[in-house]
């Protein structure tokens, strides 16, 4: 699942200025801090005289957010009924939602819904699916825990952004009194996103109230991409207020700011950020603008340095950076950098496609062909070998 840190990029004139949002993944990258940040008051850092509109914005409430409805619970009971001990229930709930087979799960990356409303809607982004899941385990009385994903900044393209995803997954476990789970115990670990799940990385458990912290940021991220300021204000105040050390949220409410020409503000939330997190890419980088755009170049380039020195051996980076170029029709730059993270990471299937979609527009039907092979050979994923093959029939159709 992910709970996202959405790092949206913004192209203007000749240049990006970064931003995180939050999806559903909450990746917190390589951090300089040792030590844990202090409690502190955030209400000086919020500025609700600047979206007088934003105490109209219906919040939706903790209940309602992990409350799954009539359907899902009647799904649950009708799913369980054979299997009567712990490992069992635990066993087929985890292969009903892992395998898709019994509900027909869509992932969609823009959809940030109640659990109840993901059950209904049978699509939603890896934050509302994890959501969903874990209301259903907790309703089967099954032990069930988020975890966050130690993963690399992973990008993903939506109406013309660059969205920086952090990812959040479940663990379910047999129940005991102290509901902590057991060493020789039987426990599955659930994850809506094919590429994380395949990296096989660290993990540590986080509260369903910082869960809920994201699901506000991804909604208020959502506003944001829309230009609805009192709604994106609104939800970024939630999410802090929810849990003020969400990193995401803080550089989510700096951009917002810097979008309403708040410029001191938000350079502080921004500072605030780095508090909790020093070592956080993607609050540093709008750091570095804000220090560009007030006369600080040196401290600005000095800034950006170091973020480009830490990003340049990240593959997804230079994926990213290879989906801005495919999306402004720069096809041979695009596959420079679809090559680029190639050499940096084999593994990656779709690596391979993006390279062949570039040739294909092209007119270069022989190297796209060519990469769809190498695509199909790097996924283990049944459904993504179907897809990559209808590809090939169709190329074959035009040699």
Known sequence: MML???AIR????????FAVLTLLLCLLLTACQTTAPKEFNPYPLLHDELFPLY???????????????????SFVDKLL???????????????AINKHTEFNLLYKNDANTIASETFDNKAANCLSLTIMTFAMADYANIGVKFQQVDIPELWVRRDGYSLLNLHVNLRLYQKNELDVILYHSKSYQLDFDRRAQSLRLPVKTISKNRVLAMFYNNKGADALIKDDYN?????????????HFLVEAWTNLGLLYRHSGQIEYAENVYLQALQINGGDLTTLENLAYVYHITSRKAESKKIKALVLRQRAENPFYHYMLGNVEY???????????YKKSIRLNKLHDEFYFSIAKSYYQLGDFKNSKKYVKLAKRHTYDDSQQAYYQSKLDNLSNLN
């Open 4 to 6: 996202s840190k959405i």
């Open 10 to 17: 913004i192209k203007q004139t000749t240049e990006y200025i």
């Open 55 to 73: 105490s109209k914005i219906q919040i939706e409430d903790k209940d309602d957010v992990f409350h799954i409805g009539q359907s899902a619970t």
């Open 81 to 95: 009924l054979r299997a009567q001990d712990s490992d069992h229930r635990i066993e087929t709930l985890a292969n």
């Open 231 to 243: 709604t994106a204000y609104a939800y970024f105040r939630s999410a802090l207020v929810t849990d």
């Open 327 to 337: 999306d402004n029709k720069n096809w041979l730059k695009a596959i420079e950098h």
